[in-house]
């Protein structure tokens, strides 16, 4: 399947904009998603149209949804959720455990903030 070249224009943004929101280089992500950079360059310049092999490790990597790439009426909230499992994803078990205590606790916190606003956090 050829996919027009507006589209394949939306993917690279798409992936481009991914990674920075990460703070990767792509060489950042080509180490971390075991896709060659010049792969990842030809993606984001829109000049090809990656299968389905080179394209999954990116999304997971990045957090991005195949829906984010294939519906862009996708809303902003899940987007922000996918680029934070992306994050997650990309940590070792150790710090993924880590980071959920955390998100816990400070979810917690805020949950109590928000329904008890005169408390202060501990």
């Given amino acids: 399947m050829i996919m027009p070249k507006?589209?394949?224009?939306?993917?690279g943004n798409c992936i481009r904009q991914a990674r920075n929101d990460c703070n990767l280089t792509q060489q950042d992500l080509a180490d971390q998603s075991h896709v060659a950079i010049k792969t990842i360059q030809m993606i984001e310049k829109g000049k090809i149209n990656p299968s389905y092999e080179i394209l999954y490790p990116l999304i997971k990597r990045l957090g991005i949804s195949a829906?984010?790439?294939?519906?862009?009426?996708?809303?902003?909230?899940?987007?922000?959720?996918?680029?934070?499992?992306?994050k997650f994803?990309?940590?070792?078990?150790?710090?993924?455990?880590?980071?959920?205590?955390?998100?816990?606790?400070?979810?917690?916190?805020?949950?109590?903030?928000?329904?008890?606003?005169s408390e202060n956090l501990e």
């Fill in 89 to 117: 994803q990309a940590c070792i078990p150790e710090n993924r455990k880590i980071l959920l205590n955390t998100l816990d606790y400070l979810a917690e916190q805020l949950l109590t903030l928000q329904h008890n606003p």
């Fill in 67 to 86: 829906n984010t790439l294939f519906n862009p009426e996708i809303s902003d909230a899940d987007e922000e959720i996918q680029r934070f499992i992306g």
């Fill in 6 to 11: 507006d589209k394949l224009s939306y993917l």
